[in-house]
């Protein structure tokens, strides 16, 4: 019989799409999703085992995962890049404190567990353009310190102990299910929602400001492959740079002007969200992603607004 999986932080941008898809893939009863709280009441809490967890306590965790006999624990509970540079000592707490509780508990219990870094492991010392799988990370954001570490605890629980850990750099997410949530890449998600409601958008990013992105269905389908990928083949575990497009504002806003002509967006720069960007990457290498365990994207900036328009007029009325 089948181990369970655990889904921390299932409310959020990453876990309210990961948990139905997991669903699917291996069947309600094998998921068990968790969060903070039980809001908001959807279909990730009423669609199957659902638990309350703080993962900043060891002991909840460990609780959990021998309640419910689980294999596998994918860690999404963060606090975002913007708003924990408002909150640096909460965002460590749980960023890092929380991932440091769950390897514990899956060492413990022999769990593998996947872990989501981000873009925002890099700094502005980083080569920005087709950024290496293998470079210099010195992030200047909090969230980006607790990325790291995360990286290299990963990676000691790996070689130190053998647990089966595995994570991925992601880019900027682009999703037509959760609202935005305080991230540095959040204008390429509200932007729609505004195109749609007030066929404007004030975007908090300069014009040119270039970052990665990816589409929601490729993030959940790189984290779900990358799990069940052939160990023997991984050379490499936490974690791999993954992507899509690279794009700007501009570029994005483009794109929505060739389905909406009378589409207008201005620019409010936020300076604290600037400064973030401008320290990442403007698009990272994933070749190591795809020679290990196959990876490729389904969805391009075309793709993506084509679909992204469609979902959210649909949403809206």
């Given at each position: 019989?089948?181990?369970?999986?655990?889904?921390?932080?299932?409310?959020?941008?990453?876990?309210?799409?990961?948990?139905?898809?997991?669903?699917?893939?291996?069947?309600?009863?094998?998921?068990?999703?968790?969060?903070?709280?039980?809001?908001?009441?959807?279909?990730?809490?009423?669609?199957?085992i659902f638990e309350i967890l703080d993962c900043t306590?060891?002991?909840?965790?460990?609780?959990?995962?021998?309640?419910?006999?689980?294999?596998?624990i994918y860690h999404m509970a963060a606090i975002m890049?913007?708003?924990?540079?408002?909150?640096?000592?909460?965002?460590?707490?749980?960023?890092?404190?929380?991932?440091?509780?769950?390897?514990?508990?899956?060492?413990?219990?022999?769990?593998?567990?996947?872990?989501?870094?981000?873009?925002?492991?890099?700094?502005?010392?980083?080569?920005?353009?087709?950024?290496?799988?293998?470079?210099?990370?010195?992030?200047?954001?909090?969230?980006?310190?607790?990325?790291?570490?995360?990286?290299?605890?990963?990676?000691?629980?790996?070689?130190?102990?053998?647990?089966?850990?595995?994570?991925?750099?992601?880019?900027?997410?682009?999703?037509?299910?959760?609202?935005?949530?305080?991230?540095?890449?959040?204008?390429?998600?509200?932007?729609?929602?505004?195109?749609?409601?007030?066929?404007?958008?004030?975007?908090?990013?300069?014009?040119?400001?270039?970052?990665?992105?990816?589409?929601?269905?490729?993030?959940?389908?790189?984290?779900?492959?990358?799990?069940?990928?052939?160990?023997?083949?991984?050379?490499?575990?936490?974690?791999?740079?993954?992507?899509?497009?690279?794009?700007?504002?501009?570029?994005?806003?483009?794109?929505?002007?060739?389905?909406?002509?009378?589409?207008?967006?201005?620019?409010?720069?936020?300076?604290?969200?600037?400064?973030?960007?401008?320290?990442?990457?403007?698009?990272?290498?994933?070749?190591?992603a795809r020679a290990e365990w196959d990876w490729a994207?389904?969805?391009?900036?075309?793709?993506?607004?084509?679909?992204?328009?469609?979902?959210?007029?649909?949403?809206?009325?």
């Amino acid at each position: 019989m089948m181990k369970k999986i655990l889904v921390t932080g299932a409310l959020g941008q990453i876990g309210s799409e990961l948990v139905p898809a997991l669903r699917e893939k291996y069947g309600t009863e094998a998921i068990v999703a968790s969060g903070i709280r039980f809001r908001p009441v959807g279909a990730v809490t009423e669609g199957g085992i659902f638990e309350i967890l703080d993962c900043t306590n060891v002991d909840e965790i460990s609780a959990i995962v021998k309640k419910h006999d689980v294999g596998t624990i994918y860690h999404m509970a963060a606090i975002m890049s913007a708003i924990g540079e408002k909150q640096p000592e909460d965002a460590w707490d749980l960023n890092f404190g929380a991932f440091a509780n769950i390897l514990k508990v899956a060492r413990e219990h022999g769990c593998a567990v996947f872990f989501p870094s981000s873009i925002g492991a890099f700094g502005p010392t980083t080569p920005s353009h087709n950024t290496p799988q293998d470079t210099v990370q010195r992030p200047t954001t909090i969230y980006g310190v607790a990325k790291v570490a995360g990286e290299l605890l990963s990676d000691y629980y790996f070689a130190r102990f053998g647990l089966d850990t595995r994570g991925l750099r992601l880019p900027g997410l682009i999703s037509n299910v959760t609202l935005p949530g305080g991230g540095t890449t959040d204008y390429a998600v509200d932007i729609f929602y505004q195109a749609v409601r007030e066929n404007r958008y004030s975007c908090f990013l300069e014009a040119d400001t270039r970052l990665d992105m990816m589409y929601m269905p490729d993030a959940i389908r790189s984290i779900m492959q990358l799990m069940e990928a052939d160990a023997s083949r991984l050379e490499h575990r936490n974690a791999f740079n993954v992507t899509a497009m690279s794009i700007t504002p501009a570029e994005l806003a483009a794109e929505i002007q060739r389905h909406m002509p009378d589409f207008f967006m201005d620019y409010e720069v936020d300076p604290l969200r600037q400064a973030i960007a401008e320290s990442w990457p403007d698009s990272m290498d994933d070749s190591a992603a795809r020679a290990e365990w196959d990876w490729a994207p389904r969805y391009d900036l075309a793709a993506m607004t084509k679909d992204m328009l469609e979902t959210i007029r649909t949403k809206l009325t």
